[in-house]
């Protein structure tokens, strides 16, 4: 216990004692009782009603574009040649790194110990795979022929010829899969002993029928508890890597490519820094409303808030070193079409859109030194919601502004987004939000036994049982 | 009309119809139209059971897709020279403004495809322009006339006959007065013939000859010289100097395939041959010929009378003093005068067609003066039938219709309503005529003023004959039956004759039979042998002695046209700035506006400023800054929002975007005729604006006083290259002839190799042959030839305008071109841009599915139909080479349209990627021809469809693993370099420098 | 509490789990078999024609040569379809009563050609060229199958990429001396396959599979 301890001193801020996990005063049956009757007691209220109708309906727009999209093709959107690749990909490569702080807090924040993680864990998790969801149908869609998706797998196919494993495309096919498998499996592995839970106390039929069979039988004996620790520490262990490795590969497709601004050996470590900072962000984003709305400012307390801003600021740190790397580079380089990139990029018809990058990645989030700012609620989620634009900058400067202004003068070109690119990317957002309210109305989006364990006895008792 | 276009292929523009993104296809509009509005987020509940279609197929469609049942039909008796597979080609030729030009045309089972050139005929030597390559589409074009009407309701070809008979019977009685034939300018001997049979039958009637983008001036400038009219020839092999007084020269003057060719000779620098020849040009509007120049003056037409005139002073030649000129024109002058006397019998000076009479007659005189006759130059007889002053004979039937003195008009192509000079209010003045006849091959303005409207047959379908530039004769044979039941002009006249059925065949050969006379056998094989050549042996013109008359000259040269006159190019002028030269060019694209509805040339972006689909006013940048007009780049990529203007001629005006133009001369506006169809067809109506509407008889090709005023208003124009500046990047070498010389002598170029430029990926051998290309950017005019025929030969879709704006053209070889130096008046290079066939091709390894890999002989191979579209490879593409289906382009529904595609390329579906493939098809025939026979494929044998077309022999393909090939031994050339090739791409195709060979006198100029 | 599940849901839960794997590896199996079977590539389908012409009879019963018919296969990418007075070259002697041959006098009389069913069928982005396999000595028979016991055509192979690329890749096997081109029963003499596939492609001047599985060999 010593170093998890002395590991919570370092997180807290070292000049007060820490304040706990969970707010004094709960007992076991009290934290239970409080969370799953979010799901099992607490009437539906107007608001998620309400909110579930919104992002219902982008949902519908979002199949409206995509089947314009089957019929029509791929003209619908603002593509064209030189810059050949546009919301698409932005928005996958967005949606892709909101999905990294999931299985960060989940994988990595378990492996380091990392207690405070057990409260937000759960709906991190969630959001990764909402995120990764939405991702994943990006790369499908921009393809000339979608129904011809399979051919990026490798099968016993007629035709005798496989997919060109030299090509990133191909790399990202494996690993936002894989990285998608091991995170559902995670989740879910997460959310046995709850649906467990949830079995036991829902009063339905219908309620105790369905968790009875998500829960697959747990009984919370001593071997069962064995197999998970021993299931979910393994899962942790694979999905470690990934959470590296998902991101380095789609930041691949860039430096693979030889165009000025994306050919850069940078990449891989600053598109991961930067899934993180999203990720954290899309965290905040989630889990200031949450508390707010759902009453659980007990468990995820202000230092959970204040930990996240944290990382935030550090990972926003490495980022900003990442531009500042980038635009050097280019000057030592000496080399006139990287020179040329960023002049472009600082003067160029996209100026806009990569200043006011700069100002949401890296002016605004500085605020997050404060101690007041942390401290605030509103000015997190204020700062969240400018890091999740500024993110989504980014992506949109490194695709749109290195494609349209390459290395022939003769052929650079503009992107201009159509109504369609827009209504595929807020249709992908109302999918996100949607599938998030499905998840804090049908299964409990803090981890329960985890929370428990949180409590002053849990620890009695861990001793005891030694 | 509407149904009948409904007939004829609906949905023939069906890539444009969808590039609107929201509109259905046109066979739906044609159902559905009236039942929804189509905006934007509109679902029909067709549109959604598309949509569930859409979505099943993508629920795992793609693996179970069977080819359709097909039947296979053989013939019932074989043609014998007909192989099922293998292409035939035939000898003919296409007459544009009277002028002949040999062609072969491909043919697959008695379907033309392609055009090519008859390297056995003078004025073709085996090339092509951008028009006859495109001529083919023209033939299958749905929207033809197809049917006979009188007074817009349809009739039998036999109820038109009896009409005629009527006709004659009443023109017999009365001499023929009252009957006026309208026609082109004709170089057709044998129509020629006819219509003077017929003059000759009915005295009383006249023959009228309009040809809008004829040579009016250079005629009038021949009769002013030699007082009568002749043809000027020249040999610009034998040239050191060429002086080119404006720019047709290289784009469209009478046989300037072979002048492209002989100058192109004469500008590369290659071992063994003769000196590099230095060439002058005096233009107004920037054109080719401009662009090629060593040294360019840019001079409205006004400013060109006064320099050419005291040129000729300067030069000796007695005429009247001239005002001095500003001094850099002085110096130029100089410059250039020591320069042409000492090349005295080795220079030469063309007038094009834009300049005024008097400058003709001037630079007759120079060149004889100079020596130049019969070295340079050469005078024949004119291979018109009935050389006219055709704005003089139009004038006269106008004036002849106000009389009353016209009861019938047969006008024989050409669309005079649309085309006549707008003082002369052809239209009104059609109406006032009892009986008008008009063939043509478009229902088009002038038809729907003419009582008979007779479908023509497409030069393809039609017998006839013409003379080229230097008189050598030709016979058209056709190579299709007309699809459209079209008439010749031959076979509309016989209709008034004796033997009114009378075939063109017949009435060709007949009056070859008379010409020739001798044995029916002799003749048989005469006629044999000239259709199997496509030429008619010793038919061109001798070489004739003109006396010229100074004195008509020098009358004519004083005094001075005072408008305009004594102002600077270089300087913006002060005076009234409101007050411009009127200038008007037939448009480099659509010519006169007959090629209107050829959607290949629609999209072709014009030479210089890439524009597409719209003619445009060009302005010089200090006339724009003084008229207070800008452009702006859109975000769509291809768009230019440039300002209107409207522009007021002797009381005529019209509205029209302005396009700011470098080395347009300040105070002139260019106006390209052609645009503003309002009956060309479903691609050419409503594009552009009517430069004739301000066209006079007073100023065909320029007038002074044009008053322009800026409207409120942007208009976006859809251009193909938006960046004419080239950063200072190295992707244009242009180097001084001197400069070349020692290059020559000394340096090698770096090989760009595995040695050198290591790369991380395996090396490829290359045993067998090894495909390479290499472009002299010294030859290179521009012309634009090699991207249509790049288009017809590989089955390249048109987009349409708002996909062009999109940037979304799908031409697989651009001709970029570049700016350097002052805006008023650059240098201005070419480079045609196909793929690279990078050996370390960047696209290569990042397709996920080898679908565009690379062959055992180094070609970047593009597979279509295993391509998904994730469009990798073209963003990796460092020379943006690669282009993209986003719609379905190519149109799979027009029946016409099938017949004209080429059997031997795929034609792509929507969401493929495709690119130049070095005319793969073309390799393969070779390749399996060759390995029939046991032997190598020779070097030459394989001509790619652009190098085949290129007037100028700038392209030239072959096998690099053969040191001896033509190919190879220009990539040894100290000129030759790899785009990019910092980048280690090792590209096959290599770019030769472009050589420029100043003239060192004219350097403080 | 009362139990939700019977007892026995632990055995389902558990085959279920194994079941599904086996499931989904058999379901791709099926695909795949399907994929290659004559139900996708139509091999061996008897198509109907409108005359029931019998390569059975012609070329096994006659012996008739198939450049007698397929004129163009030597000189041209197709290997043609026989003119309607190709038959009656014969048939306006034999038969020349016959109801069978009645259509081919029709199209004969009144110059409407007979309308085959097309039997081998490769898709418009495949560039298939008879003159040269024939000329490399790729036998009628080594595509077309034993033609001569066909009496009504179908298509003895696959057609698919795969199956053109087992010659592409290694041609050597399927070759056969010129003078045997059409022959329907030639087959390497005994124990010298390997030797004679060898001098063959020796002699022919068989490219190399690079050059042969470059795409642009069929496609373009």
């Not at chain 2, 250079?218 to 060429?242: D, M, N, P, S, W």
């Not at chain 2, 500008?267 to 233009?283: D, I, L, M, N």
């Not at chain 2, 521009?782 to 991207?787: D, I, P």
Request: overall charge neutral; aromatic content about 10%; charged content about 20%.
């Amino acid at each position: 216990m010593a170093d998890q301890t002395s590991s919570k001193t370092e997180l807290a801020t070292p000049t007060e004692t820490p304040a706990p996990w969970v707010a004094p005063g709960y007992t076991f049956a009290s934290i239970t009782e409080k969370i799953s009757s979010i799901v099992l007691a607490r009437p539906t209220g107007p608001g998620w009603v309400v909110g579930f109708a919104i992002s219902f309906m982008l949902v519908m727009v979002l199949m409206f574009a995509i089947g314009w999209l089957l019929v029509k093709g791929i003209g619908i959107w603002g593509v064209n040649v030189p810059v050949a690749w546009g919301f698409a990909i932005v928005n996958f490569v967005w949606w892709i790194g909101i999905g990294h702080a999931g299985t960060l807090i989940s994988a990595i924040l378990l492996l380091l110990h990392q207690e405070w993680r057990t409260s937000i864990n759960r709906f991190a998790e969630a959001m990764t795979l909402f995120a990764v969801a939405c991702a994943g149908l990006f790369p499908l869609l921009h393809l000339g022929r979608p129904w011809f998706f399979y051919w990026l797998f490798p099968y016993p196919n007629t035709l005798g010829v496989q997919p060109q494993f030299r090509s990133p495309l191909v790399w990202d096919v494996f690993a936002v899969l894989t990285y998608f498998t091991i995170s559902l499996l995670f989740w879910f592995v997460g959310l046995i002993p709850d649906l467990a839970t949830l079995r036991d106390r829902s009063q339905s039929r219908a309620g105790r029928v369905i968790y009875g069979m998500l829960a697959m039988g747990w009984r919370g004996s001593a071997r069962h508890w064995h197999r998970y620790e021993t299931a979910y520490l393994l899962l942790a262990g694979l999905a470690t890597p990934l959470v590296v490795s998902v991101h380095s590969v789609v930041s691949l497709d860039f430096a693979v490519a030889n165009l000025p601004g994306w050919h850069s050996t940078i990449f891989p470590p600053y598109f991961v820094a930067g899934a993180i900072y999203s990720g954290f962000a899309m965290v905040l984003t989630l889990a200031i409303p949450l508390r707010a709305a759902y009453g659980l400012e007990d468990f995820i307390t202000m230092r959970h808030l204040q930990n996240m801003a944290k990382v935030m600021l550090a990972t926003g740190l490495i980022v900003a070193y990442g531009y500042l790397i980038e635009i050097f580079i280019a000057w030592y380089s000496g080399n006139e079409f990287e020179i040329a990139m960023v002049e472009n990029r600082f003067f160029g018809p996209y100026a806009p859109a990569f200043w006011s990058l700069i100002l949401c990645n890296v002016l605004i989030p500085q605020a997050l030194w404060s101690e007041r700012v942390r401290s605030s609620t509103v000015l997190l989620f204020v700062i969240s919601l400018v890091v999740n634009l500024g993110m989504w900058l980014e992506r949109f400067v490194i695709v749109i502004t290195s494609l349209q202004h390459d290395f022939v003068p003769s052929s650079w070109g503009r992107y201009l987004p159509t109504i369609w690119d827009w209504a595929t990317f807020i249709g992908t957002l109302g999918l996100f939000v949607a599938l998030m309210f499905l998840f804090i109305r049908f299964l409990p989006m803090i981890s329960i036994f985890e929370m428990r364990t949180m409590l002053p006895e849990a620890e009695v008792r861990a001793q005891g049982g030694e | 009309m509407a149904e009948e276009r409904k007939k004829c292929g609906e949905g023939f523009w069906r890539s444009l119809e969808e590039s609107q993104s929201d509109r259905p296809r046109p066979d739906e509009e044609s159902v559905s139209s009236d039942a929804f509005p189509h905006g934007p987020g509109d679902v029909s509940r067709r549109h959604f059971l598309r949509f569930m279609g859409a979505s099943l197929a993508l629920a795992g469609l793609g693996g179970c897709d069977r080819p359709p049942a097909e039947t296979i039909v053989p013939y019932v008796r074989q043609p014998e020279e007909i192989v099922p597979g293998k292409p035939l080609f035939f000898a003919t030729a296409i007459s544009i403004a009277g002028l002949a030009t040999g062609l072969l045309v491909e043919t697959h089972m008695g379907r033309p495809t392609k055009i090519e050139g008859n390297p056995s005929h003078p004025a073709s030597l085996g090339a092509t322009d951008a028009l006859a390559q495109a001529s083919v589409l023209g033939l299958y074009d749905p929207d033809r006339s197809q049917v006979l009407t009188y007074l817009g309701r349809i009739r039998p070809w036999s109820q038109f006959v009896a009409a005629m008979q009527e006709l004659r019977k009443e023109l017999r009685q009365n001499k023929g007065k009252g009957l006026r034939i309208l026609t082109g300018t004709i170089g057709s001997p044998s129509l020629g013939h006819q219509i003077n049979q017929l003059l000759k039958e009915f005295p009383g009637a006249r023959w009228h000859q309009w040809e809008p983008a004829g040579r009016h001036h250079t005629r009038a400038g021949a009769r002013l010289a030699f007082g009568a009219y002749v043809e000027t020839q020249y040999r610009l092999e034998k040239a050191e100097i060429v002086v080119a007084l404006d720019g047709t020269l290289l784009s469209c003057a009478p046989g300037y395939l072979r002048y492209a060719r002989e100058f192109a000779r004469r500008r590369a620098p290659s071992p063994g041959a003769e000196g590099t020849s230095r060439f002058y040009a005096v233009e107004c509007t920037p054109s080719s010929t401009g662009a090629t120049a060593d040294h360019r003056l840019a001079l409205s037409t006004n400013e060109t009378i006064a320099f050419v005139q005291a040129l000729a002073v300067r030069l000796g030649i007695d005429l009247p003093r001239t005002p001095s000129l500003p001094p850099p024109q002085a110096h130029w002058l100089e410059a250039l005068a020591r320069d042409l006397e000492a090349h005295r019998g080795s220079s030469v000076v063309l007038a094009s067609e834009h300049q005024p009479p008097l400058v003709h007659a001037l630079a007759h005189a120079i060149n004889r003066s100079l020596g130049n006759v019969n070295q340079t130059v050469a005078y024949t007889d004119p291979i018109e039938v009935n050389p006219t002053d055709e704005i003089a004979s139009l004038k006269e039937l106008a004036a002849d219709i106000d009389a009353g003195a016209v009861d019938t008009l047969i006008i024989l192509e050409g669309n005079p309503a649309y085309t006549a000079p707008a003082d002369l209010g052809f239209r009104d003045r059609l109406a006032k005529i009892r009986l008008r006849i008009h063939l043509s091959l478009y229902n088009d303005e002038t038809s729907a003023l003419c009582h008979w409207h007779v479908p023509a047959a497409h030069y393809l379908e039609s017998w006839s004959d013409g003379r080229a530039f230097d008189g050598t004769a030709s016979i058209a044979q056709p190579v299709i039956a007309p699809l459209y039941g079209g008439k010749t002009a031959h076979e509309l006249l016989a209709t008034l004759s004796d033997r009114a059925e009378r075939s063109a065949y017949d009435v060709v050969r007949a009056y070859w039979r008379e010409r020739r006379g001798g044995s029916e056998a002799e003749f048989e094989r005469f006629w044999r042998k000239s259709l199997h050549d496509g030429v008619i042996e010793g038919t061109a013109f001798a070489p004739k002695a003109v006396s010229l008359n100074l004195s008509a000259i020098a009358a004519a040269a004083s005094p001075l046209p005072s408008s305009g006159s004594g102002t600077q190019s270089n300087v913006p002028r002060s005076a009234d700035s409101q007050s411009v030269e009127l200038v008007f060019r037939p448009d480099p694209s659509v010519l006169d506006g007959s090629f209107a509805n050829n959607a290949w040339l629609q999209e072709l972006p014009k030479p210089l400023s890439k524009l597409t689909w719209d003619n445009a006013a060009l302005v010089s940048p200090a006339t724009a800054e003084r008229l207070g007009l800008g452009t702006r780049q859109g975000f769509t990529g291809g768009a230019v929002y440039t300002e209107l203007v409207e522009i007021r001629f002797q009381g005529r005006a019209v509205r029209a975007p302005a396009w700011i133009l470098p080395g347009q001369p300040d105070g002139t506006i260019t106006v390209h005729l052609g645009y503003g169809r309002t009956r060309a067809g479903r691609v050419g109506t409503g594009t552009g604006f009517d430069g004739y509407a301000l066209r006079t008889t007073a100023a065909i090709w320029s007038g002074s006083g044009a008053e322009v005023r800026k409207l409120g208003g942007r208009y976006a124009l859809a251009t193909t290259q938006t960046h004419h500046n080239i950063h200072g990047r190295d992707l244009v070498r242009t180097v001084p002839l001197a400069q070349d010389r020692e290059t020559q002598a000394n340096a090698r170029p770096e090989k760009h190799n595995a040695a050198s430029h290591p790369s991380l990926y395996p090396e490829f051998a290359y045993p067998g042959y090894a495909w390479g290309m290499a472009i002299d950017l010294a030859r290179c005019i521009g012309c634009n030839a090699c991207v249509i025929a790049c288009q017809a030969e590989n089955n390249i879709p048109t987009v349409g305008k708002d996909q062009v704006l999109r940037s979304r053209e799908m031409h697989w070889l651009r001709i970029d071109s570049y700016f350097k130096g002052p805006p008023n008046n650059p240098e201005t290079v070419y480079q045609p841009v196909p793929c690279m066939h990078c050996e370390m091709a960047p696209c290569e390894v990042v397709c996920p599915v080898t679908a565009t890999a690379h062959s055992a002989e180094g070609l970047n191979d593009m597979v279509y139909n295993r391509c998904v579209g994730t469009r990798y490879c073209s963003n990796n593409c460092p020379y943006k080479v690669r282009r993209f289906n986003f719609f379905q382009f190519s149109d799979w529904n027009t029946p016409s349209l099938k017949s004209m595609r080429n059997p031997d390329v795929t034609v792509r579906s929507r969401g493929v990627m495709e690119k130049c493939t070095y005319c793969v098809q073309r390799i393969n025939r070779a390749k399996i021809e060759a390995e029939k026979d046991g032997r190598r494929i020779r070097d030459g044998e394989i001509l790619t469809a652009c190098q085949q077309a290129c007037p100028a022999e700038a392209i030239v393909f072959g096998d690099i693993n053969d040191a001896e090939s033509t190919v190879s031994k220009l990539k040894a050339d100290a000129r030759n370099y790899a785009l990019l090739e910092e980048l280690n791409t090792r590209p096959r195709t290599t770019y030769l420098a472009a050589v420029r060979n100043p003239n060192p006198a004219m350097d403080k100029a | 509490m009362a139990q939700i599940f019977h007892p026995s849901t632990n055995t389902i839960s558990r085959l279920s789990i194994f079941g599904a794997l086996f499931l989904v590896i058999g379901l791709l199996w099926i695909l795949a078999a399907i994929d290659r079977s004559s139900y996708v590539t139509e091999a061996g389908v008897v198509r109907e024609q409108p005359v029931p012409f019998s390569h059975q009879h012609h070329v096994g019963g006659l012996g008739i040569d198939c450049r007698y018919c397929h004129t163009s296969v030597e000189e041209s990418s197709f290997a043609g379809i026989p003119a309607t007075e190709i038959c009656m070259n014969c048939h306006s002697q034999i038969w020349a009563a016959s109801d069978m041959l009645k259509p081919v006098r029709d199209s004969f009389k009144t110059g409407e050609p007979l309308r085959w069913q097309r039997v081998h069928n490769l898709p418009d982005f495949v560039y298939f060229d008879h003159s040269i396999h024939v000329h490399k000595g790729v036998g009628c028979a080594t595509c077309h199958g034993p033609v001569d016991r066909m009496p009504l055509m179908w298509q003895a192979e696959s057609l698919q990429m795969e199956w053109c690329l087992g010659c592409h890749r290694n041609p050597a096997p399927a070759l056969r001396p010129r003078e045997f081109i059409t022959s329907m029963d030639w087959r390497p003499p005994a124990g010298q396959e390997a030797a004679l596939a060898r001098r063959l492609a020796e002699e022919y001047e068989i490219s190399s599979p690079e050059v042969l599985t470059s795409c642009s060999t069929c496609h373009r």
